[in-house]
């Protein structure tokens, strides 16, 4: 089965927010691949659940993860360091179609997993050594959908809250990463598993 065969409609918005360069493709893949993709990508990744340690006191991470990449570059964040897996065809497949897309060259893919609504990413910047400065972060979203929350570090006014939808794509790029910060909430409603991959490069 080709997972990418059908056409879809693709177009950006722009999130309007100073300070930041952010974009949303509600429709980056329709449905019925984003449905086929999901139900591939949940089953390959292997995903695992890494302890972290926050204001001294360790626990789960509220989400399975996964790192692949083009090599051995290692990535790390909240005191877990990652070894990337070699990309699956799949995985390599969305990497190119997103590289096309936005002109932008990734080789890494941080997978996130949120299993129900307790799933959760807590407020945080991609800004971690290895991605430079001012990094592109493009985001693809599988499965349930999940809202997105951005607020300006400095300026409380300054703030998005998006729901990104199976198929999506969300694109970060500019003193995003240096002005924002972004989360994951969790959510009392009853909702599905999401996959949430998250394309940057590593230096």
């Not at 918005?13 to 591939?40: C, G, R």
């Not at 005191?79 to 699956?88: C, L």
Request: glycine fraction near 6%; charged fraction near 25%; hydrophobic fraction near 30%.
């Amino acid at each position: 089965m080709n997972l990418f065969d059908s056409e879809t409609s693709r177009i950006s918005h722009i999130v309007p927010l100073k300070d930041a360069m952010v974009s949303y493709t509600p429709h980056f893949y329709n449905t019925q691949n984003a449905s086929e993709i999901y139900q591939t990508l949940f089953s390959e990744i292997v995903w695992q659940e890494d302890e972290i340690t926050l204001f001294g006191k360790t626990h789960l991470q509220p989400r399975l993860t996964a790192l692949y990449g083009d090599d051995e570059t290692p990535y790390s964040y909240s005191g877990i360091v990652m070894t990337p897996r070699k990309f699956s065809r799949t995985l390599e497949k969305i990497k190119e179609d997103i590289s096309n897309y936005t002109g932008e060259q990734f080789n890494a893919v941080l997978c996130n997993l949120y299993r129900d609504g307790k799933d959760s990413n807590g407020w945080h910047s991609d800004n971690e050594k290895e991605l430079g400065i001012d990094p592109f972060i493009a985001s693809l979203s599988l499965g349930e959908t999940r809202m997105f929350h951005l607020k300006h570090m400095q300026d409380t006014a300054s703030k998005a809250k998006l729901p990104l939808e199976s198929g999506s794509l969300l694109c970060m790029g500019g003193t995003t990463q240096a002005r924002y910060k972004h989360q994951v909430s969790k959510t009392q409603k009853q909702v599905g598993p999401r996959i949430n991959l998250t394309f940057r490069r590593l230096y």
